[in-house]
């Protein structure tokens, strides 16, 4: 078993994430997000410019003026 130091602010938030007062502990409590980080990390990719298609950018001719 290792110990891990947390300030006390840190402390505090991770309590707000306790499911079950009775059985939850701070290690369920992290294990908890750290499976919620992986699936969040499966199912979701990061931003890659290089993914956007080339779109022809708008010139002035190209606008129309709309009355409404």
């Known amino acids: 078993?290792?110990?891990l130091k947390i300030s006390d602010e840190t402390f505090d938030q991770l309590k707000t994430f306790v499911v079950d007062p009775f059985d939850d502990t701070p290690d369920s409590?992290?294990?908890?997000?750290?499976?919620i980080t992986d699936k969040a990390k499966?199912?979701?990719s990061a931003f890659d410019p290089t993914d956007i298609p080339d779109v022809p950018r708008s010139t002035a001719d190209d606008l129309h003026?709309?009355?409404l």
């Open 1 to 3: 078993m290792k110990i």
């Open 65 to 67: 003026e709309v009355v």
């Open 42 to 44: 499966k199912r979701w």
């Open 29 to 35: 409590v992290v294990m908890r997000l750290m499976e």
